[in-house]
């Protein structure tokens, strides 16, 4: 039987002043996939609402793809997760949230 | 950056537009450690000219590559000014790195790669009020007076989901390449030759669109660092991490230190010569290095602590494992046609970096990307500026026209009950039909079949092709908006491979195996053929 990784997403866009929520994403897969895999998986393949940073620098110095693992804030580029298991997902950043897992970063001047 | 820099010197207000967090997106963070430029004695600026003159297949155009050498030591130092910092020796000066095609050792290795450049020239632009950096705003189209002349761009701020507009004088590209457009790169989601496309609507003339360069050595198994760069010029450089490439029956193959060009063929070959590894490629191998296991992981430390690092935590210990690597597209040398003073074909508008087109001719040698985007930065600043300052403030009714085209445009591609399809299925079709018919190996048959089937998807899925997009950070509506660029840039890139009926640095026709005697650019212009035009000349070099 194939195992699944279970992650529940917290889901706000702050424009429409509406509450956050979470929901739940199941990926079926036999090996480990990094954050950043799996919310390409669930973007491309099953939910096109959720907004997430796609880039990855490859080298795990630019910290665009950090988001909280169970309270945790990780670089999605390079944090695996397992299969069997549930985590729960939220923005890195909740201060600056734009949406979903989606945050601003300290910019020159703004 | 660095043209914002240059152009609020002179006195200008500079707007800085980018798509994703700046110095955390796009295509400089991801650079590697090298910048190109004399720093030896015995190297000379004639040397780097002609080097890069040969390295790049006698494409570049000289007037280009003669401020290249000419500025790049000059820029070099006002990096180091923003506090970027270059590897030194013990005694103070530069420790340089050798890599192929280099006469000398002429690499300056900066600390934290494009990254830590890019922290730099943060830093400076805090320092000038008259810079105001928008992070996260997606540039929909450029605004043209009724002569051509910018007047401004309309734009989706994707913080709060909105159309805005914006007024300018003057319009600098600075976007990046267009690696993107295939299945297989290892460059930023975000290149998607966005500027490339604008100004071929503004009227520019693009040049030399099919010359891809492939960095032979991006891991491509497992899955979870798929896409990563280890530099194969430190891995099978005796003196530095001495270990070698092997097929996929453990044989090696490759000798000496080649260019890209010619790693990225020797790889090919034994790939389609049913020579290749499991998931079709072949293995970079640290295992049987000629040294020490403190040596090399002391080297490893010095030259690709990154990566090393990083790998290593992913579970892949390169002094360990070998790794399955294979030709990735890496970095666009084609793009809009530039002068010496970053000035594009359109009055008004700029170019300069990688979305630039006629610098490294048909391959590009190590250290002169990061290089290019400091000397020619700088020159698209001051340009700019002498442009912006003899003219008025724009008039805001082509900026009327233009919001309402932009709003009708959003509105089309927003979300649809029923719609057929969503931009990522678009994109990866998009991608695929651009590896199998314009990858590693070309020629006529398929291009042509290629750009039978883009035109199909011009013309059948873009119009049926819709997104989620409301409130703050619609992705789908960004992803839509990039598609849309990336499907007629495809054609562009298409029709520029059928026309160069050669075989020249990266470019690989099947069916043309030679060069001509005589590098010349292919040249496309809006309602124009494809054309050929003479590679600019000016006899300087050892």
């Given at each position: 039987m194939k195992k699944t990784i279970r992650v529940a997403i917290r889901r706000q866009d702050p424009t429409t002043g509406e509450a956050p929520c979470y929901k739940t994403y199941e990926i079926e897969t036999e090996r480990r996939m990094t954050v950043l895999e799996i919310l390409e998986e669930i973007y491309c393949q099953w939910d096109s609402t959720l907004a997430h940073r796609r880039y990855r620098c490859g080298r795990r110095i630019c910290r665009s793809c950090e988001v909280r693992v169970e309270g945790q804030v990780v670089k999605g580029c390079a944090t695996l997760l397992s299969p069997g298991k549930s985590y729960l997902l939220e923005?890195?950043?909740?201060?600056?949230?734009?949406?979903?897992?989606?945050?601003?970063f300290d910019s020159p001047r703004e | 950056m660095r043209a914002a820099i240059e152009a609020a010197r002179e006195g200008c207000r500079v707007v800085v537009m980018n798509k994703g967090p700046i110095g955390r997106s796009g295509t400089t963070p991801m650079a590697m450690e090298s910048f190109q430029s004399v720093c030896i004695p015995g190297d000379s600026e004639d040397l780097h000219f002609q080097d890069t003159v040969e390295g790049g297949r006698y494409l570049?155009?000289?007037?280009?590559?003669?401020?290249?050498?000419?500025?790049?030591?000059?820029?070099?130092?006002?990096?180091?000014?923003?506090?970027?910092?270059?590897?030194?020796?013990?005694?103070?000066?530069?420790?340089?790195?050798?890599?192929?095609?280099?006469?000398?050792?002429?690499?300056l290795f900066i600390q934290g790669g494009g990254f830590g450049m890019m922290a730099g020239l943060i830093r400076e632009v805090r320092k000038h009020p008259a810079i105001h950096p928008l992070s996260d705003v997606f540039t929909i189209s450029l605004i043209q007076d009724r002569e051509g002349v910018p007047c401004g761009a309309t734009f989706l701020d994707l913080k709060d989901g909105r159309l805005k507009t914006i007024q300018s004088q003057a319009v600098i590209l600075a976007t990046g390449g267009y690696e993107e457009l295939w299945s297989f790169n290892d460059a930023s989601v975000t290149a998607c030759g966005d500027g490339i496309f604008l100004a071929w609507e503004a009227g520019a003339e693009l040049i030399d669109l099919e010359m891809l360069q492939f960095y032979p050595t991006i891991v491509i198994h497992p899955p979870a660092i798929r896409g990563t760069l280890f530099q194969y010029e430190l891995i099978v450089d005796p003196e530095v991490l001495g270990g070698r490439l092997l097929n996929g029956k453990g044989d090696p193959f490759l000798e000496g230190i080649p260019l890209r060009d010619a790693v990225t063929k020797a790889i090919w070959k034994e790939i389609q010569a049913g020579r290749g590894t499991e998931h079709g490629g072949v293995f970079i191998d640290l295992t049987h290095s000629s040294k020490t296991r403190p040596d090399l992981t002391e080297a490893l430390e010095k030259w690709q602590p990154n990566q090393f690092h990083y790998l290593k935590d992913m579970g892949f210990d390169l002094r360990d494992v070998r790794i399955e690597v294979a030709p990735?597209?890496?970095?666009?040398?084609?793009?809009?046609?530039?002068?010496?003073?970053?000035?594009?074909?359109?009055?008004?508008?700029?170019?300069?970096?990688?979305?630039?087109?006629?610098?490294?001719?048909?391959?590009?040698?190590?250290?002169?990307?990061?290089?290019?985007?400091?000397v020619f930065g700088a020159k698209a600043g001051s340009s700019a500026a002498a442009f912006a300052k003899g003219r008025g403030i724009p008039g805001t009714k082509e900026l009327l026209l233009e919001m309402k085209r932009a709003e009708t445009l959003l509105d089309r591609l927003g979300r649809r009950p029923g719609r057929l399809f969503r931009p990522s299925q678009v994109r990866k079709r998009m991608q695929e039909i651009m590896w199998r018919r314009c990858g590693v190996e070309r020629e006529a048959e398929g291009l042509r079949r290629g750009m039978a089937e883009m035109a199909i998807i011009e013309k059948e899925d873009l119009p049926a092709m819709s997104a989620a997009g409301s409130g703050a950070y619609p992705q789908e509506l960004l992803d839509a908006l990039e598609v849309r660029m990336m499907v007629p840039l495809c054609r562009l890139v298409l029709q520029s491979a059928l026309f160069r009926e050669e075989s020249r640095g990266h470019h690989m026709r099947a069916d043309y195996p030679l060069s001509h005697s005589t590098a010349k650019h292919v040249v496309l212009a809006r309602g124009k053929e494809p054309w050929a035009r003479e590679v600019k000349r000016v006899g300087r070099g050892r």
């Open positions: 923005p890195a950043r909740p201060g600056s949230l734009i949406r979903d897992l989606v945050c601003a | 570049g155009d000289e007037n280009l590559i003669a401020v290249l050498v000419r500025e790049a030591g000059q820029r070099a130092k006002d990096l180091e000014s923003y506090g970027v910092h270059f590897k030194r020796k013990e005694d103070g000066t530069f420790d340089p790195m050798h890599h192929p095609g280099q006469t000398l050792p002429r690499t990735h597209g890496h970095f666009t040398m084609g793009g809009i046609a530039v002068d010496e003073w970053s000035r594009t074909t359109v009055p008004g508008f700029f170019a300069a970096g990688e979305v630039a087109g006629n610098l490294h001719g048909a391959n590009r040698i190590s250290g002169n990307a990061l290089a290019e985007t400091q």
